[in-house]
């Protein structure tokens, strides 16, 4: 039979539904009993969907019954009302000085161009006539500030608030500011949530309309620390249009709703590519998956994005396409998405 530890080991390995942290991390596993007739595992789900919570039983049973010397499994559900000690996360959340609305740009996984949506929408949204920051949030592979531009020092005020940088009519702060691009970032989980709340609610952002955050790739711990800290008034999610990638909007979609954040909307990124000699659109990576799922999700699908040249070229000498060429295809595009955000937020304050 085997100890609790090592049993505990093992739950380490099953995911909470949607996320990509696990159980443990989770804490809702409270207490691990081993006898002769098997193992009970004691859970503790305040505010766990029931679909969630009967997934999570049935992996729990699976895992331990694959183990050597394990005769039976049994799991015990705890699901206690919460009090107004253990408030909800939207009951803790903090809004930030100055700010109307915070949206989150969010991918399940890495390389559908997240950040480059992130800036160009920001953009557009500022070219719309909203005053807009920008924070990248991706502490270990921060991009915003390469794409935007790091020339200028990073000050200080009086009561030592970090005073986001300028340029193209946005602010912006980026972990790129504090460490050089050769410089690895290995910090542990409470160090990095340390500085996101500093990124949060220590800049002296001023008077903005909206403020964008580009999250790290996936459901992790830091995107569940921004999620449950600050007032989010909605999430956008950026996809591309194969199979593998909307299997991700899948666990973005849930893990907004988890802790009941609206998803404003869907964007299918590299949709489509247009040949600058036969002036044909080419669908390199299929197309239409986006809005099909969005529409399966019963949530907003907010537009396509090309593939072009300018758009990479662009964020990767920090001179961003919807900026620097306001009368692009590319751009109508943006701001086309924007607008919609634009008007969801609205609503929603509505």
Not at 185 to 198: D, S
Not at 207 to 223: H, I, M, S
Not at 241 to 254: K, S, Y
Request: hydrophobic fraction near 45%; proline fraction near 6%; aromatic fraction near 6%.
């Amino acid at each position: 039979m085997p100890s609790p530890n090592e049993i505990l080991t093992e739950l380490k390995k099953v995911k909470y539904p949607g996320f990509t942290r696990d159980i443990v991390s989770f804490g809702i596993v409270k207490d691990i009993e081993v006898g002769y007739s098997g193992v009970t595992v004691f859970l503790t789900v305040p505010s766990a969907k029931d679909d969630a919570v009967t997934k999570i039983v049935e992996d729990i049973k699976t895992t331990i019954a694959a183990m050597s010397g394990v005769p039976g499994v049994k799991v015990e559900v705890e699901r206690p009302a919460p009090t107004p000690q253990r408030a909800a996360p939207s009951m803790q959340r903090r809004s930030i000085e100055g700010v109307k609305h915070i949206v989150a740009v969010a991918s399940g996984k890495g390389g559908v161009g997240k950040s480059t949506v992130a800036v160009n929408l920001a953009l557009a949204m500022h070219a719309l006539g909203w005053r807009i920051g920008l924070m990248d949030a991706d502490v270990y592979g921060p991009s915003v500030a390469m794409m935007v531009g790091t020339e200028g020092k990073v000050n200080l005020t009086p009561e030592r608030k970090i005073i986001p940088l300028e340029r193209y009519g946005i602010r912006y702060v980026s972990m790129a500011f504090f460490v050089g691009d050769e410089q690895a970032v290995i910090w542990r989980g409470p160090m990095v949530t340390k500085l996101e709340t500093e990124f949060l609610f220590n800049v002296q952002w001023g008077e903005l309309d909206c403020l964008v955050l580009d999250l790290p790739p996936g459901t992790g711990d830091a995107q569940l620390t921004i999620t449950q800290r600050v007032k989010l008034d909605g999430g956008v999610i950026v996809t591309t249009p194969q199979e593998i990638a909307l299997v991700d909007v899948r666990r973005g979609v849930q893990m907004f709703g988890e802790v009941n954040v609206p998803v404003l909307g869907v964007v299918e990124n590299m949709s489509y590519f247009i040949c600058g000699k036969c002036n044909k659109r080419h669908e390199i990576f299929a197309h239409g998956g986006g809005a099909r799922l969005a529409e399966d999700l019963g949530v907003p699908f907010l537009g396509e994005l090309p593939i072009t040249r300018e758009l990479r070229e662009g964020g990767d000498h920090a001179m961003p396409l919807v900026a620097v060429n306001p009368n692009h295809a590319v751009t109508a595009s943006f701001k086309s998405v924007a607008a919609k955000i634009i008007a969801g937020l609205e609503g929603h304050s509505g």
